[in-house]
C-alpha cells in the first residue's frame, strides 16, 4: 500500500472544513486535526487566564469567539519557524485542517511538506472570515470544494474527491 497524500483543508470559520475531513475519514481513512486543537495548549498557556479557562480543552471549545486572538498565538508560536506547527501536524497525520496563515501556508509548501491543498467554500450561505484570523485565500488552494448545498451534496462531493486525488 502506497504512502497517503498530505492534505491541507482550508476555508473560513464555519465554512464546513471539519465536516469534509470527517467525511474523508470515513469514505478514505485519512485522519486529521486541526491547527486549532493540536495549538489548544499553547493558546491556553497564553490566555487561559484572561478567560478563565480551566484547561485547554475549554480553552479549545471556545475559540470560535477569539480566532483572532488565536491567530496570533499561532503565529507567534511559528515564528521564525514557519512550518512549525504544520510539521508536527503531519508527523501524526496525513490531514492538516484549519491552517489560516499564508505564510505557514506557504512554508509547508515550499518544503514539500504536502501534496494538494484543498479550499471549503460555503460563501453563498456563510461570510467570509476577517483578514485579522485568516490570510489563506481561495486561490492559494489547488482545488475547491464547493460546499453551499446540504450534507448529502458535500458528501457526494468528498466521495468525488477521494476518488478523484486520493485514489
Avoid at 508527523?91 to 515550499?110: Q, S, T, W
Amino acid at each position: 500500500m502506497s504512502e497517503k497524500k498530505r492534505l491541507i483543508v482550508a476555508g473560513y470559520g464555519r465554512h464546513g472544513k471539519d465536516t469534509f475531513c470527517e467525511m474523508l475519514r470515513e469514505i478514505a481513512n485519512y485522519t486529521f486535526t486541526t491547527s486549532s486543537f493540536v495549538a489548544s495548549q499553547i493558546v491556553f498557556d497564553e490566555i487561559g487566564g484572561a478567560y478563565g479557562y480551566k484547561n485547554a480543552p475549554d480553552c479549545w471549545e471556545d475559540r470560535a469567539n477569539h480566532r483572532a486572538e488565536w491567530y496570533e498565538i499561532i503565529t507567534k508560536y511559528n515564528t521564525p519557524d514557519k512550518s512549525r506547527l504544520g510539521r508536527r501536524i503531519f508527523e501524526g497525520f496525513p490531514v492538516y485542517c484549519g491552517i489560516r496563515n499564508f505564510d505557514e501556508f506557504n512554508a509547508l509548501k515550499e518544503r514539500g511538506l504536502f501534496d494538494l491543498s484543498v479550499w471549503i467554500d460555503a460563501s453563498l450561505r456563510m461570510p467570509p472570515e476577517a483578514g485579522s484570523s485568516m490570510t489563506v485565500r481561495r486561490e492559494d488552494c489547488d482545488i475547491v470544494v464547493d460546499n453551499n448545498g446540504g450534507l448529502e451534496e458535500l458528501e457526494r462531493r468528498a466521495r468525488y474527491f477521494c476518488r478523484e486525488h486520493l485514489s
